[in-house]
Structures are given as structure tokens and as C-alpha cells.
């Protein structure tokens, strides 16, 4: 089933600007993190913030969490042509289940 | 180096031949996961295990068996592989602290069943 749903599906920018990805999920969770796929390869950990946090940073990531909203955004500022991949968000629910439920992904693209 | 490791890496199959996809990590994580992707799918979780001989289904386990004889190795066997099999398959590791962290993703095995 699909926790968490990506907005927008692709997105295209210049180096330099900012880039925004929103998911929304559907279920309570534990935790959402965010993981980045370049083309074909394996995913790769990026953030995870708790239900009970609302914003996290990490270097050029900014991911903020809306419990109330069931929603997540991601924010990477001063975008680089290396940023070019795929992000998901995944959400971990309250339940107990040990599974992450991915989203689509939002493809981003930086133009040099 | 911490990593998860698969093999192979890319495999071609026929319909009902057997195959098994290794995968393996060194962090001494107790909780191991496959994952297949699709095309507009994202990832779908088709088994898990939280630790040496435990294991349960995920979201897509149909066509799949896994065993967890050893904590650092949990192998994905296909009985009888179909094309709807035709997938990018990940392993993942991560440690079971009683809910799910960060997860480590194996570099991926892309199979297609003919």
C-alpha cells in the first residue's frame, strides 16, 4: 500500500535555486525519512525526523513534519547538478509493523 | 567498509527456473528487508526479517520464499520466477532498536524473467 504520496512527480531547476518536495501520508507514524536514488542504484539515507519533531536540518536539507496535515517537506537549498536523482519519502507507522511504506518519488532535475 | 551487499547484479531467467538472490551486510544488523521497484510504484516491501530465524511478509510476498540462517545473510529465492517478476530488487539492513531507523540499501539486482 502506499504510505506516503510525492508532489511534485518531477521537478526541474538551475543550479543555485532552491528545491522543494512535499509527501503526504495517510496513517499515524513513528518516523518519515527521506532517502535519494540516483538513476538505477541503491537508495540512500538522507534524513529521518521523528513524530515528534518538526523540523530537522542537515547541511543543505531541511525537512519539516506536520503531524496534523500528515505531510513532509524536503528543501534543499543552493542546488547542485550532482542533486539530480530520484527522493522518496518512507514512513515507519505507530502500529509496530517493521516496514518502510515508500512514496512514488519526486524525480528532481538541477540543470548546470 | 559498512555495507550491504547483493549479487548478482543483473540476471536473465526463463519462466520456472529457480534462482536465488544473495544478499549480505557487516553492521551486525539485526533487522534485514527485500524491497522491489517499479515504474511508478516507489519501493514495495516483500519480506522481512527482525533477526535470525524470524522472518514475515511484507506488502508483496507472492512468488518469493527467504530464510535468515545467519544474521548477516538473507537470501531472496524465486521458486518458480514468473515475468511479472521482471523487477529492481534492494536488500536493506538496518538495527532493530524497536522501531525502524536508517536504513541501508544494497546497490540492487536488476532481474528480468523472460
Known amino acids: 500500500s502506499q504510505q506516503g504520496e510525492e508532489d511534485p512527480q518531477a521537478l526541474s531547476i538551475q543550479e543555485g535555486e532552491n528545491a522543494t518536495m512535499n509527501c503526504s501520508y495517510k496513517?499515524?507514524?513513528?518516523?518519515l525519512q527521506w532517502y535519494r536514488q540516483n538513476s538505477g542504484r541503491g537508495l540512500v539515507h538522507l534524513i529521518l525526523?521523528?513524530?515528534?519533531?518538526r523540523e530537522k536540518h542537515s547541511g543543505r536539507l531541511r525537512v519539516t513534519l506536520d503531524t496534523s496535515k500528515k505531510s513532509s517537506s524536503l528543501l534543499i537549498t543552493a542546488s547542485r547538478a550532482a542533486d539530480t536523482a530520484s527522493y522518496f519519502c518512507?514512513?515507519?507507522?505507530?502500529?509496530?509493523?517493521?516496514?518502510?511504506?515508500f512514496g512514488s518519488g519526486t524525480r528532481l532535475q538541477v540543470q548546470p | 567498509e559498512a555495507q550491504v551487499t547483493q549479487n548478482p547484479r543483473y540476471l536473465i531467467t526463463v519462466t520456472g527456473k529457480k534462482l536465488t538472490v544473495t544478499c549480505s551486510q557487516n553492521?551486525?544488523?539485526?533487522?534485514m528487508s527485500w524491497y522491489r521497484q517499479d515504474p511508478g510504484l516507489g519501493l514495495r516491501q516483500i519480506y522481512y526479517?527482525?533477526?535470525?530465524?524470524?522472518?514475515d511478509k511484507g506488502d508483496v510476498p507472492e512468488g518469493y520464499k527467504v530464510s535468515r540462517k545467519e544474521k548477516r545473510n538473507f537470501p531472496l529465492i524465486l521458486e518458480s520466477p514468473s515475468p511479472n517478476q521482471t523487477s529492481l530488487y534492494f536488500c536493506?539492513?538496518?538495527?532493530?532498536?524497536?522501531?525502524?531507523?536508517?536504513?541501508?540499501f544494497g546497490p540492487g539486482t536488476r532481474l528480468l524473467v523472460l
Open positions: 536493506a539492513s538496518s538495527y532493530e532498536g524497536g522501531t525502524l531507523g536508517t536504513q541501508y
Open positions: 496513517t499515524s507514524i513513528n518516523n
Open positions: 525526523i521523528r513524530s515528534n519533531e
Open positions: 518512507a514512513t515507519v507507522t505507530d502500529t509496530g509493523r517493521r516496514a518502510l511504506t
Open positions: 553492521m551486525n544488523h539485526e533487522y
Open positions: 526479517s527482525m533477526n535470525v530465524e524470524v522472518t
